[in-house]
């Protein structure tokens, strides 16, 4: 049915009453074509998924989708280039929507371990490919005994809209293995009890379970052995699934590449690249890119463990900075005196305080599985670092106090929350006791569809995941690249760089002494020539006038155009010369030393000198170095007496010495996170979003995917 009549608020059906919407079709602005479409609806089995307390985390990806579509279908239909007539175009446009939404593959795999204790389990693997509209599929492989079908598949559909929201040429996969990695633990009673468990009647409690038996129930109902994995059983069974994946089709350099995620890092990635490389992809030159996050000298990249961290800083930078958003917050645009609290201490979560940390904001709270800290005064990231390390735990660490309930940690009054644990965290239970003014979706899918209508309501600014944890993505694209091109970022121009940048700069030197010099002796020349002729002039003039005043006038004549000509010409022009040579000379010597060579040591009426010049002769023009003037002046004031010593600042002998592989990641990685908010900012303001960033990120990620699919077609429909 034609909507002929557009509602002022899109409203769902929900148990039979209608709910008003958080997205409302007056958030819409109103094209010539209105009245010829009928509105996208949210579908009826997603409807409930408003509202729920704890949705199935797939079924959070399509309604957030479907949200995006409502906003973006609209334009794509009238942008769309092709003679069909309108309604043509509108089933077009419906059609290639409907292909993004369901994974088009999922694979689960069995497999048996026999542990070293000699007992044998069986481990089960998934891998999601949500969309095939770009190759490689990008995504992670997690280890976590939370792992099923959905999760993956949530993940994988995640996946696909974050590598489109940052430009990133991948469609979206996910993958994990029911198991808990953990190695870490002691044994009691035969059984091995990890330090984040209590014993009970010699038999290890899980935080999640009772005991029963010798076994373990998990939250689901499900049997958990407590026997902990060592690091040959987890290799066995990180080669063991890479190899199932190989033997699908689904790990590839061009097919689907994974990465680290949640309890996996460096060494599983080594282990499948290293499976890959010695089977199935032995023949293939570019084998080890069938992975990213490996290390250094397995082919990874500088930067790709703290990318994602990195990246969420600068996801929240890029709109603290931005004094529109901040005025609709209530609060000041920039880091100083901004406090946050952090959920969840892993890779994400460390890199991402330690950024925020070095920004000028204070981290006030910290909140873990096992327990949470709190210090209004703030918390000092490197010696919690230190103290997690050691004790493999932040409980009990003294630069804070324990906080109960742990759990309501993130309801303390803060500038912004970042969520970097598991989905789910925000709920509609939970929601309206959240005091913070920005959130930072640093895990994935920490808010629930209720608890973001709720905090929208409150005026909360939500920095969506499928922006902000892209950092990791972002990377690994440059990764991919490496491993791919078989040459490290860098070290092509790297040595020809530095020596341009220190070649121009003794260029600069030579120039602007040579012209300085120049204009020196040109101007005491012409003062010379000038003040003699107005000399001789008025002499004669003088004497043939009025010979009386032959004497007087010729005095008072050469005192006044000497002044003249001197504070005119001759005193501007060597305070230019001073100030240049001051700016350009060397690092190493002072800029008096520098001076000296220059005009008090070299005769310029030698004939060798131009010649010095020219020829860049060391002992009269020594090599020039970069330095920074203004740091030193800044280490001379408050000194009395001596010479000003012009020493380089050490980031700005790093700037002239040519970038390196981690200043381009860095550099990549920034410029990716910063243009792409701007694109997000521009499509929430097109489309009168207000502070809804999520929506109009994913109407970002739905149009270029649409573009992918009508330009490329669909193959064999």
């Given at each position: 049915?034609?909507?002929?009549?557009?509602?002022?608020?899109?409203?769902?059906?929900?148990?039979?009453?209608?709910?008003?919407?958080a997205?409302?079709?007056?958030?819409?602005?109103?094209?010539?074509?209105?009245?010829?479409?009928?509105?996208?609806?949210?579908?009826?089995?997603?409807?409930?998924?408003?509202?729920?307390?704890?949705?199935?985390?797939?079924?959070?990806?399509?309604?957030?989708f479907?949200?995006?579509?409502?906003?973006?279908e609209?334009?794509?239909?009238?942008?769309?280039?092709?003679?069909?007539?309108?309604?043509?175009?509108?089933?077009?446009?419906?059609?290639?929507?409907?292909?993004?939404?369901?994974?088009?593959?999922?694979?689960?795999?069995?497999?048996?371990?026999?542990?070293?204790?000699?007992?044998?389990?069986?481990?089960?693997g998934?891998?999601?490919?949500?969309?095939l509209?770009?190759?490689?599929?990008?995504?992670?492989?997690?280890?976590?005994?939370?792992v099923?079908?959905?999760e993956?598949?949530?993940?994988?559909?995640?996946?696909?809209?974050?590598?489109?929201?940052?430009?990133?040429?991948?469609?979206?996969?996910?993958?994990?293995?029911?198991?808990?990695?953990?190695?870490?633990?002691?044994?009691?009673?035969?059984?091995?009890?990890?330090?984040?468990?209590?014993?009970?009647?010699?038999?290890?409690?899980?935080?999640?379970?009772?005991?029963?038996?010798?076994?373990?129930?998990?939250?689901?109902?499900?049997?958990?052995?407590?026997?902990?994995?060592?690091?040959?059983?987890?290799?066995?069974?990180?080669?063991?699934?890479?190899?199932?994946?190989?033997?699908?089709g689904?790990?590839?350099?061009?097919?689907?590449?994974p990465?680290?995620?949640?309890?996996?890092?460096?060494?599983?990635?080594?282990?499948?690249?290293?499976?890959?490389?010695?089977t199935?992809?032995?023949?293939?030159?570019?084998?080890?890119?069938?992975?990213?996050?490996?290390?250094?000298?397995?082919?990874?990249?500088?930067?790709?463990?703290?990318?994602?961290?990195?990246?969420?800083?600068?996801?929240?930078?890029?709109?603290?900075?931005?004094?529109?958003?901040?005025?609709?917050?209530?609060?000041?645009?920039?880091?100083?005196?901004?406090?946050?609290?952090?959920?969840?201490?892993?890779?994400?979560?460390?890199?991402?305080m330690?950024?925020?940390?070095?920004?000028?904001?204070?981290?006030?709270?910290?909140?873990?599985?096992?327990?949470?800290?709190?210090n209004?005064?703030?918390?000092?990231?490197?010696?919690?670092?230190?103290?997690?390390?050691?004790?493999?735990?932040?409980?009990?660490?003294?630069?804070?106090?324990?906080?109960?309930?742990?759990?309501?940690?993130m309801?303390?009054?803060?500038d912004?929350?970042?969520?970097?644990?598991?989905?789910?965290?925000?709920?509609?239970?939970?929601?309206?006791?959240?005091?913070?003014?920005?959130?930072?979706?640093?895990?994935?899918?920490?808010?629930?569809?209720?608890?973001?209508?709720?905090?929208?309501?409150?005026?909360?600014?939500?920095?969506?995941?499928?922006?902000?944890?892209?950092?990791g993505?972002?990377?690994?694209?440059?990764?991919?690249?490496?491993?791919?091109?078989h040459?490290?970022?860098?070290?092509?121009?790297?040595?020809?760089?530095?020596?341009s940048?220190?070649?121009?700069?003794?260029?600069?030197?030579?120039?602007?002494?040579?012209?300085?010099?120049?204009?020196?002796?040109?101007?005491?020349?012409?003062?010379?020539?000038?003040?003699?002729?107005?000399?001789?002039?008025t002499?004669?003039?003088?004497?043939?006038?009025?010979?009386?005043?032959?004497i007087?006038?010729?005095?008072?004549?050469?005192?006044?155009?000497?002044?003249?000509?001197?504070?005119?010409?001759?005193?501007?022009?060597?305070?230019?010369?001073?100030?240049?040579?001051?700016?350009?000379?060397?690092?190493?010597?002072?800029?008096?030393?520098?001076?000296?060579?220059?005009?008090?040591?070299?005769?310029?009426?030698?004939?060798?000198?131009?010649?010095?010049?020219?020829?860049?002769?060391?002992?009269?023009?020594?090599?020039?170095?970069?330095?920074?003037?203004?740091?030193?002046?800044?280490?001379?004031?408050?000194?009395?007496?001596?010479?000003?010593?012009?020493?380089?600042?050490?980031?700005?002998?790093?700037?002239?010495?040519?970038?390196?592989?981690?200043?381009?990641?860095?550099?990549?990685?920034?410029?990716t996170?910063?243009?792409?908010?701007?694109?997000?900012?521009?499509?929430?303001?097109?489309?009168?979003?207000?502070?809804?960033?999520?929506?109009?990120?994913?109407?970002?990620?739905i149009?270029?995917?649409?573009?992918?699919?009508?330009?490329?077609?669909?193959?064999?429909?």
């Amino acid at each position: 049915m034609l909507n002929l009549a557009r509602r002022s608020a899109l409203q769902v059906t929900v148990n039979g009453s209608a709910a008003p919407r958080a997205l409302s079709t007056t958030a819409v602005k109103r094209r010539p074509s209105d009245d010829y479409f009928e509105k996208h609806e949210i579908p009826e089995r997603l409807q409930h998924v408003e509202t729920a307390e704890s949705p199935k985390f797939f079924s959070m990806v399509e309604y957030f989708f479907h949200r995006g579509w409502q906003v973006i279908e609209d334009q794509l239909t009238e942008e769309l280039k092709s003679k069909e007539t309108l309604e043509q175009k509108r089933l077009k446009v419906k059609g290639i929507l409907g292909i993004m939404e369901p994974c088009h593959n999922v694979m689960e795999v069995n497999f048996p371990l026999k542990r070293d204790d000699k007992s044998w389990e069986m481990i089960r693997g998934y891998r999601a490919q949500h969309s095939l509209h770009r190759t490689p599929c990008k995504g992670g492989i997690r280890y976590s005994s939370a792992v099923d079908a959905d999760e993956v598949k949530a993940l994988a559909a995640l996946m696909t809209f974050k590598c489109a929201c940052v430009d990133v040429p991948f469609g979206g996969a996910k993958g994990g293995i029911a198991i808990d990695p953990r190695v870490r633990g002691r044994a009691k009673g035969g059984i091995a009890i990890d330090p984040r468990e209590r014993a009970k009647g010699g038999i290890a409690i899980d935080r999640r379970g009772r005991a029963k038996g010798e076994m373990a129930i998990d939250k689901k109902g499900s049997p958990r052995s407590l026997q902990l994995y060592s690091e040959h059983e987890l290799e066995r069974i990180t080669r063991r699934f890479a190899m199932e994946l190989a033997k699908k089709g689904f790990i590839g350099p061009g097919i689907d590449v994974p990465a680290p995620d949640m309890g996996t890092g460096e060494r599983e990635m080594s282990w499948i690249a290293d499976t890959f490389a010695t089977t199935i992809g032995h023949n293939d030159i570019n084998a080890h890119a069938c992975v990213t996050g490996k290390p250094i000298n397995q082919g990874g990249i500088h930067g790709r463990t703290s990318a994602t961290g990195r990246g969420v800083f600068h996801g929240i930078d890029n709109f603290i900075m931005e004094a529109s958003y901040m005025a609709q917050i209530g609060t000041t645009p920039g880091w100083g005196g901004k406090t946050f609290i952090l959920q969840g201490l892993g890779n994400v979560g460390l890199h991402s305080m330690r950024y925020l940390h070095r920004a000028g904001a204070t981290c006030i709270g910290v909140q873990e599985f096992d327990g949470s800290i709190y210090n209004p005064q703030g918390i000092d990231p490197k010696e919690l670092e230190n103290y997690k390390t050691e004790n493999g735990t932040i409980v009990g660490f003294p630069g804070a106090k324990a906080y109960e309930p742990k759990d309501d940690l993130m309801f303390e009054e803060c500038d912004i929350f970042i969520p970097a644990a598991v989905e789910k965290v925000l709920t509609a239970s939970n929601a309206d006791r959240v005091k913070c003014k920005i959130i930072a979706e640093a895990a994935n899918g920490p808010t629930t569809p209720a608890a973001d209508k709720i905090l929208l309501d409150k005026n909360i600014l939500i920095i969506p995941d499928l922006y902000i944890n892209a950092g990791g993505v972002t990377v690994s694209y440059f990764e991919w690249l490496k491993n791919l091109n078989h040459v490290s970022y860098g070290r092509l121009t790297f040595k020809y760089e530095r020596e341009s940048n220190y070649h121009l700069l003794g260029e600069t030197l030579v120039i602007s002494t040579l012209v300085i010099s120049t204009l020196v002796i040109s101007t005491l020349v012409i003062s010379t020539l000038v003040i003699s002729t107005l000399v001789i002039s008025t002499l004669v003039i003088s004497t043939l006038v009025i010979p009386t005043l032959v004497i007087p006038t010729l005095v008072i004549s050469t005192l006044v155009i000497s002044t003249l000509v001197i504070t005119t010409h001759v005193i501007p022009t060597l305070v230019v010369s001073t100030l240049v040579i001051s700016t350009l000379v060397r690092p190493v010597d002072s800029v008096q030393k520098s001076l000296e060579k220059c005009f008090m040591f070299v005769d310029p009426n030698d004939p060798d000198f131009l010649k010095a010049i020219l020829e860049r002769d060391p002992d009269v023009f020594p090599y020039p170095r970069l330095e920074s003037v203004q740091e030193s002046l800044e280490r001379r004031f408050g000194r009395v007496g001596g010479r000003i010593p012009i020493l380089p600042s050490e980031a700005f002998q790093q700037r002239i010495s040519g970038a390196s592989e981690k200043d381009i990641v860095h550099s990549g990685l920034d410029y990716t996170m910063e243009r792409s908010a701007r694109a997000i900012s521009r499509t929430a303001t097109k489309y009168n979003l207000g502070m809804d960033l999520r929506t109009a990120a994913y109407a970002n990620s739905i149009e270029k995917i649409f573009n992918t699919y009508f330009v490329a077609g669909v193959t064999f429909s």
